[in-house]
């Protein structure tokens, strides 16, 4: 179980388009989510959970690092074994208001769908192994509402406001749920591509 002290202690950032930039690479995304979700850990220790080497995995810590995603936890075991935590809960975009923010913006969109992507895959790859109680407590659904852009935002600021009221639960049986809220235009309805 992970130490309420290994957790983050900002809530969350809001990146430069260069930090941006930087997060927009799906190993540096998983890296980061892990650091969030299973507290600190070293570069080894991220290599073996998601298949790639630790030479790598130390690269792209590095560079996370140089732009404030995730730093050192302050507890090396030795002078060699740096382990590293996030530095904030979440990362937001805010809204871009030039070429470069938007360019910024899609790149990090386009890691944060193939981030998805392979975990929503290995979701329901695992479903069929999961207890009763969580299959029942697991949902691939989706909801298509015809709305204005005004509806829709008011509709996610809802959604986003329901889930910051639900807080972690300190129980045997807990385990971290993801709630995915991916809310948007139908591909080309808008754009007519």
Excluded: I, K
Aim: proline share 6%; net charge negative.
């Amino acid at each position: 179980m992970t130490d309420e002290r290994d957790l983050p202690t900002a809530d969350s950032v809001t990146p430069s388009p260069t930090g941006l930039r930087a997060l927009s690479h799906p190993l540096r995304l998983r890296l980061l989510g892990l650091l969030r979700l299973e507290g600190p850990a070293t570069a080894s220790e991220l290599a073996a959970r998601t298949g790639t080497s630790s030479g790598a995995t130390s690269y792209h810590l590095r560079q996370l690092a140089v732009h404030g995603f995730v730093e050192d936890a302050g507890d090396d075991v030795d002078a060699r074994t740096r382990r590293w935590r996030a530095s904030h809960r979440s990362t937001s975009t805010g809204s871009p208001r030039d070429a470069d923010e938007l360019a910024a913006v899609d790149a990090f969109a386009q890691a944060v769908a193939v981030v998805h992507a392979e975990q929503m895959q290995r979701a329901v790859e695992e479903f069929s192994l999961l207890p009763q109680a969580w299959r029942s407590a697991s949902t691939l659904s989706d909801y298509v509402r015809r709305l204005r852009p005004e509806t829709a935002q008011r509709l996610v600021e809802r959604l986003e406001a329901v889930l910051e009221e639900v807080q972690d639960e300190d129980h045997p049986e807990a385990r971290p749920v993801v709630v995915r809220l991916h809310a948007n235009p139908w591909p080309g309805s808008v754009t007519g591509t």
